[in-house]
Nanobody, 113 residues
Framework: EVQLQASGGGLVQPGGSLRLSCAASGTIIGKYDMSWIRQAPGKGPEWVSSSDLGGVMSSYADSVKGRFAISRDNAKNMLFLQMNSLKPEDTAAYYC??????WGQGTLVTVSS
């Protein structure tokens, strides 16, 4: 069974930081591009970031560029998202994704004063 266990979400004030982690089991993430996708309450999913399978190249949505950083530790089968300078509009459930289609259960990030 493939599992993607996201963690690290929580409540943070605007301007704060969080680091999300995704622990994968039942698969080898080094075989895949990995992504973070978020979904704000009442809104559709929004692609946030992707990392190539070796963690060499990454890409970001314009809305998070310069503030978020995706990384991975393939030896530990983990994916990360460092989120800095958080804004209220970053509030969403964040999902660790294999490619763009295989989603984990996600972790909730709330940015509010």
């Amino acid at each position: 069974e493939v599992q993607l266990q996201a963690s690290g979400g929580g409540l943070v004030q605007p301007g704060g930081s969080l680091r999300l982690s995704c622990a994968a089991s039942g698969t080898i993430i080094g075989k895949y591009d990995m992504s973070w996708i978020r979904q704000a309450p009442g809104k559709g999913p929004e692609w946030v970031s992707s990392s190539d399978l070796g963690g060499v190249m990454s890409s970001y949505a314009d809305s998070v560029k310069g503030r978020f950083a995706i990384s991975r530790d393939n030896a530990k089968n983990m994916l990360f998202l460092q989120m800095n300078s958080l804004k209220p509009e970053d509030t969403a459930a964040y999902y660790c994704v294999i490619g763009l289609d295989y989603w984990g259960q996600g972790t909730l990030v709330t940015v509010s004063s």
